[in-house]
């Protein structure tokens, strides 16, 4: 019996370090500037209808839409940081605008920053914090976030709690995810993602009727947000320090 509990254990733990590496491009620490709570299921302008009534519910964007990673040539193993960092310049931000005296800065402050591993990283870290947020998921939540943040989140799922609301959502994906700011502020550096998202959600109030959304409809979601770490720290781990809603 003692080597069956053994192999769990082993079994537990490689679980919980996979679960570890998938967050670590998505952490960090908080910087003092943060926003409004963001909210993805407030009621939102832009709706994909499921067109007429009579043809049944809304199928959901395939997934094969989803934007993939930019395939442009990343620094080679051999190339000096000055080298890794001019690539990544060219690749990403046009001489003389904001967002390249932005990663400029970035990269004086971190070589490591990788553009590529922060978006992948930063479309986990959203639909993770979506879907932890619809479900009520706050331990799930707190480490993703700032601590302004969390609180703006917790004390919304407070209140829906408090009235005996439910959220029903179903996250389709992600359509297009791209930096559009860099910014160092001190030794913190913010990184703006512009993110457009397919959600279906709805909420039912106690008694079960619904009180917002539809199950038959496609919500597009476009949104802005901003993670930050402390560049001064060895830990590379970013956290979401604002939010904004793009009508």
């Known amino acids: 019996m003692g080597e069956f509990f053994d192999i769990y254990n082993i079994i537990f733990i490689v679980l919980a370090v996979v679960v570890f590496l998938r967050l ?18 407030a009621r939102r302008g832009g709706q994909a209808s499921s067109g007429n009534a009579d043809a049944g519910p809304a199928q959901p964007p395939s997934r094969d839409n989803v934007t ?17 960092a001019e690539e990544t310049l060219k690749r990403f931000a046009p001489e003389g605008s904001k967002l390249h005296d932005g990663l400029k800065a970035l990269l004086a ?5 990788s553009p590529e591993r922060f978006v992948a990283g930063a479309r986990v870290a959203y639909e993770m914090i979506v879907t932890a947020f619809a479900g009520g998921d706050r331990k799930a939540l707190r480490p993703l976030l ?8 917790s004390g919304a799922i407070a209140e829906r709690e408090a009235r005996g609301e439910t959220v029903e959502s179903t996250f389709v994906g992600i359509s297009k995810a791209e930096i559009v700011a860099i910014a160092m502020r001190g030794v913190t550096a913010q990184v703006v993602v512009h993110i457009e998202s397919q959600l279906v959600s709805l909420t ?14 496609v919500t597009d979601v476009v949104d802005r947000w901003t993670f930050a770490r402390d560049t001064d720290q060895r830990d590379p781990n970013w956290k979401l320090v604002a939010t904004e809603s793009v009508e």
């Open 24 to 41: 670590r491009s998505v952490l960090g620490r908080r910087t003092g500037n943060e926003g409004r709570p963001f909210d993805p299921f």
């Open 68 to 84: 993939a990673l930019p395939t442009a040539r990343l620094p080679a193993a051999n190339d000096t940081p000055d080298q890794a």
């Open 109 to 113: 402050a971190d070589p490591s920053f």
């Open 146 to 153: 700032s601590k302004e943040v969390f609180e703006g989140f």
């Open 204 to 217: 039912r109030a106690k008694d079960g009727t619904v009180v917002e959304g539809d199950p038959n409809k």
